[in-house]
């Protein structure tokens, strides 16, 4: 339906944006990185789109391109805690504990309570940092923290034991 609505207005930012989003879904990175590209030229400043283009790199396993092109410049346009989650997170993959943890510690202490609940990963992500480091009882503790706060979450479970 969004290719059908760019047939009748090929300009329609949401379609474009959104289409990129399917895209990204059934992983098809290329088109869409294509598509967040594009809408990125009608909205350089959009800090949900910077995000979105982040994860698709995060999904093709280019954490680099994440981190730099994309998750810096969202958190430069507008801090948010989701941009320091899924920074943290690539900052893991590409083993810079030091730096994952301090954006995880960002996003758990800098928002309310509130948006923390909706990212029990932060802890999760705390935990694998800390087990990394061989911190082992500050991982436990992380660790707890996720599951307590998403009991249903079995990678929590996984990365615990």
Known sequence: MYKKALEIDETTFASRFHLG????????????????????????????IYI???????????????IEDNFNKS????????AY?????SRMKCRDYDK????FMKAKD?????????????????GQCYLARTEF?????NFDTAITRDPTNIEFYINRA
């Open 21 to 48: 989003g399917m895209y990204h879904m059934n992983n098809d990175f290329l088109e869409a990185l294509k598509c967040y590209t594009g809408v990125l030229k009608d909205r350089p400043n959009d800090k949900i």
């Open 52 to 66: 979105k283009r982040g994860k698709v790199y995060q999904d093709m396993g280019n954490h680099r391109f994440a």
């Open 75 to 82: 958190i430069e346009l507008e801090p948010t805690i989701e």
């Open 85 to 89: 989650f899924y920074r943290g997170i």
């Open 100 to 103: 994952a943890i301090e954006d």
């Open 110 to 126: 800098d928002f309310s309570s509130e948006e923390v609940e909706k990212y029990p990963g932060i802890y999760d992500g705390l």
């Open 137 to 141: 009882d500050r991982a436990l503790d």
